[in-house]
């Protein structure tokens, strides 16, 4: 038994989709950096990675904003200690 055929017992539906889809793009960055030429640009994983990362910016702000109206201050809007 080698490693291809313990990766191939895997039941990979139990991998989430966020992992798989930075397995899919570290290996699109490793062989791109290996090849000789350029390689196809990975549109579909480059599209759902990116509404990922948007989401999850989404959310920062939006957690943010909801601190900043419960009059919690964050370090950002601390002012300045007078010199």
Known sequence: MD???I???IDHD???QETKDLQILT???VTERVAPELQPH???IMERVMAS???QVSSFFLRNSLYNN???RTNS???KPAT
Do not use: C, N, T
């Open 77 to 79: 809007s601390r002012s």
């Open 70 to 72: 419960q009059g919690i």
């Open 3 to 5: 490693i291809d055929d």
């Open 7 to 9: 990766l191939a017992d």
């Open 14 to 16: 139990f991998i989430p």
């Open 27 to 29: 290996r699109a960055w």
């Open 53 to 55: 990362i948007s989401k």
């Open 42 to 44: 990975p549109v579909e």
